[in-house]
């Protein structure tokens, strides 16, 4: 049975992982799955923020041009 979770970044999806597998002696099929999907999740929420810290580190290293009066700049 799938656990209903709000995952919005990797560290709540990672405390989910640690919440679902804290304790388990025996997994069956259906708990397999649902940690991988909790898995998966977490990892779309790592790649996520790597990419949102990617491109934060973009702006601040390479900021944009000045716009100059009179002049398109390119696109």
């Known amino acids: 049975m799938s656990t209903p979770t709000p995952l ?6 990672n405390e989910a ?9 025996v997994w ?5 799955a649902e940690l991988d999907r909790l898995r998966a999740v977490w990892q779309r929420a790592v790649e996520r ?3 949102q810290a ?6 601040e290293t390479h900021p944009p041009e000045p716009l100059r009066p009179g ?4 696109a």
């Open 71 to 74: 002049v398109i700049p390119a």
């Open 8 to 13: 919005h970044d990797a560290a709540s999806a």
């Open 49 to 51: 923020e790597e990419k």
């Open 28 to 32: 069956t099929p259906t708990d397999l």
């Open 54 to 59: 990617q491109a934060v580190e973009e702006r």
């Open 17 to 25: 992982i640690r919440r679902f597998v804290a304790g388990r002696r």
